[in-house]
């Protein structure tokens, strides 16, 4: 029998969540993180869950609206799990005329992971496995610190992240310094507290001028980092072609991609080494796996951010999947958060994604949209 679900309402509340660790980037100093927690409503009871990143406030305004109009659009209709991604497609051609970004793509975004979360529980099968993923583990780099600040500071931070959870590999440092001098001395102070075998990225959060991006890439070019993420504005496509192809470190790009065709055309444009799309900007499960299917065609590595306890279920089933980013933002609102164990981190076997809301948690962090 086939597994079908109804959609009969949508809720989303809005949560301003405190960061154990401030992180201060070149975009930006983050103390508190604006997440939605949507719940997706079903005709017999059950529910669609997902713990969806706004990034800023103001997307508590905008994004429920769209949310609605989504919902509404296939409410009372019978959805299998093969008409996802048509459900996607028509979303995205009922809010075409307000454009393929920002708020539109990020409400079908969350609206497509909720979907799936609700066809897996229904079906009762984890999500990996309703997407044809195997539940093995994913390495997994820590990435919540490690912000710009002063080197000593750096090295203390870098000691902690490694030392996390039974221990990591990889750890993600802030990039984008007025002098990339002091880009160095941070990156030697953090080589120097976790050891020759920690493996370090950096990302520059966009911060670095196209015009100046190759000289200051290349002054860390030899200090053995995983990847440079992000080094120039996430669209420069030119400049992250030259980059590609006059530095050895790997560019890493992807996050701020709001389309899975987009993805497409930077990779056979050449403008990155490896890529890392965002759930929450890509177009959800539906465009993260339609890019995975890109990236598998021309060997790209694969990895994730954000919204662990999800990216986890489709990271298992991404062919070439390369690192899990582990961010522990908004994990004290679940019941049972997905954590890494020694560096990797498993899928659970619950129906679903695993996000079931910890409403304790939740209630002193709730605001009014």
């Not at 496509?237 to 590609?244: G, H, I, K």
């Not at 598998?296 to 390369?322: G, I, K, N, Q, Y």
Request: charged content about 20%; glycine content about 8%.
């Amino acid at each position: 029998m086939t597994t079908t679900i109804e959609i009969t309402g949508i809720r989303a509340r809005p949560v301003l969540v405190p960061l154990r660790r401030v992180l201060n980037t070149r975009i930006g100093r983050f103390t508190r993180f604006p997440m939605l927690l949507v719940d997706l409503e079903l005709k017999g009871g059950g529910a669609g869950r997902a713990m969806c990143p706004t990034f800023f406030a103001l997307g508590f305004k905008l994004v429920p609206v769209v949310l609605q109009e989504l919902a509404a659009s296939i409410k009372g209709r019978k959805i299998a799990v093969e008409d996802l991604p048509k459900v996607h497609d028509a979303g995205q051609a009922l809010l075409s005329h307000l454009g393929h970004e920002g708020v539109t793509k990020m409400a079908l975004s969350f609206f497509d992971m909720a979907l799936y979360d609700a066809m897996a529980r229904e079906a009762g099968v984890p999500l990996y496995k309703l997407l044809g993923g195997r539940a093995e583990p994913i390495p997994t780099y820590n990435s919540c610190g490690l912000g710009l600040m002063a080197p000593q500071d750096a090295a203390r931070e870098a000691k902690e992240l490694a030392a996390e959870h039974g221990g990591f590999s990889h750890i993600k440092l802030r990039m984008g310094r007025e002098h990339v001098a002091d880009e160095v001395a941070a990156y030697k102070a953090v080589r120097a507290a976790v050891g020759p075998d920690m493996l370090i990225s950096c990302d520059f959060n966009q911060g670095l001028p196209a015009a100046t991006a190759l000289e200051s890439c290349r002054a860390i070019d030899g200090l053995g980092l995983t990847w440079i993420e992000e080094p120039v504005a996430y669209d420069d496509y030119d400049t992250q072609a030259r980059l590609a192809t006059k530095l050895a470190t790997p560019i890493q790009v992807g996050e701020n991609w709001w389309s899975w065709r987009v993805g497409k055309a930077a990779i056979e444009m050449g403008a990155c080494d490896y890529v890392m799309p965002d759930l929450a900007r890509i177009g959800g499960i539906t465009g993260w796996m339609r890019l995975a299917r890109v990236a598998e065609a021309r060997a790209v590595p694969f990895s994730s951010h954000l919204s662990p306890d999800v990216s986890a279920h489709v990271m298992a089933a991404t062919p070439t999947r390369h690192w899990l980013e582990f961010m522990d933002w908004g994990q004290d609102l679940m019941m049972d958060p997905l954590v890494p164990v020694k560096g990797f981190t498993t899928p659970r076997e619950t129906p679903g994604t695993g996000v079931d809301w910890n409403e304790k948690a939740i209630a002193p962090l709730l605001l009014q949209a």
